[in-house]
């Protein structure tokens, strides 16, 4: 199978974990080139995965990528100083979004809680107000599970605490609303789904629903991308017709319900495993530990001359050396 730019996002990711948009990339680019983007910022770039996507694609059309990450990957960094059209912001999103020019198209795949994307959605809305230009083309990651209805914290302290969730003492299970030994690790997700200020769904139907009319599209696979754009925009044939048929499609649906649990339950079982092994690994410490001091007394000549006294009085030891060696060997 052939992805575009021959960027392959298995090659960082054997496990099948699909965190990353590059999974998505036919559908991102094609966002882009829906809207003839020049310009484009990615918010949490990490690793560049799909940063050395954009980079490739702005080669093609002469357009500058922007990544914004607080704490970017080596190789980022690396990609940023090997291309030219790139700019590499190492601060918060909501800094970033408040001050950098608007570009034609702006990805949100940062801190996927509530709190952060309904902030980064409404400083772009209201920047764009204020310069009176359309919305740029807005893509969310992570809108479905596990963080569409849950919280997850890069940062917990960078969230006012009346804004954040309590935090999960263990992993995630689609179907669960707590958590469950084992289950799928995130940073920092909420202890609970669901409910109010909970979520990056959450987040990005409370901004339809306050700048109607604008639509979201929902295409449900490898955690869920979310497009959103103005209907009454230039462009909103381009993007309907590239998106009509995997919007909220059902067999989509189905088929990340069922990786997400496969997912979820492999690693129940690697996690109840390597508990097992730690546990076996626990068992043979103190074996060990055991034999060394039966070995120890089986050589020991107090030990052999209380054997003697008490046979010689005709009197039985409690154990022998006998036994001890029957025991260790």
């Known amino acids: 199978m052939s992805f575009p730019f021959d960027l392959d996002p298995h090659e960082r990711d054997p496990g099948g974990w699909a965190t990353s948009l590059l999974h998505n990339a036919e559908l991102v680019l094609g966002c882009l080139d829906a809207v003839g983007a020049r310009s484009v910022t990615e918010v949490g770039s990490f ?21 914004v990450d607080t704490a970017p990957h080596a190789d980022l960094e690396t990609l940023a100083a090997e291309h030219e059209q790139l700019e590499l912001l190492r601060e918060t999103s909501i800094d970033a979004l408040a001050r950098i020019p608007l ?38 990651h992570d809108v479905c ?12 302290d960078r969230i006012p605490s009346e804004h954040r969730q309590p935090l999960a003492r263990a ?34 139907e409370e901004f339809i ?30 993007l309907s017709a590239l ?30 495993a390597r508990d097992l092994q730690q546990r076996v690994a626990d068992n043979d410490r ?26 010689a009085r005709h009197r039985s030891p409690v154990f022998s050396r006998r036994q001890i060696r029957d025991v260790i060997e």
């Open 145 to 156: 599970w596990p963080h569409g209805r849950r919280d997850d914290y890069y940062v917990p």
């Open 209 to 238: 629903a306050e700048h109607e009319p604008l639509r979201l599209a929902i295409v449900p696979a490898f955690y869920g991308l979310g497009v959103i754009w103005e209907p009454a925009g230039p462009h909103d044939a381009a």
């Open 103 to 140: 570009s034609d198209a702006i990805i949100l795949d940062g801190d996927h809680n509530h709190y952060t994307v309904s902030h980064e959605l409404t400083v772009i809305a209201r920047r764009a107000e204020q310069q009176r230009r359309p919305l740029p083309l807005l893509l969310l």
């Open 47 to 67: 690793m560049g995965e799909l940063t050395r996507l954009l980079v490739r694609w702005a080669d093609d059309r002469g357009a500058i990528v922007v990544a």
């Open 286 to 311: 103190r074996l060990a530990r055991r034999r060394e001091l039966l070995t120890r007394m089986l050589h020991s000549r107090a030990f052999l001359a209380a054997e003697l006294f008490l046979r």
């Open 243 to 272: 998106l009509s048929t995997w919007d909220r499609n059902p067999v989509l649906q189905r088929l990340e319900d069922n990786r997400v649990l496969h997912l979820a339950n492999t690693h129940i079982q690697l996690v109840i």
């Open 171 to 204: 992993g995630l299970h689609p179907g669960e609303p707590g958590t469950v030994y084992g289950g799928i690790p995130c940073d920092n997700p909420a202890a609970h789904e669901g409910g109010p200020r909970n979520g990056v769904l959450t987040a990005a």
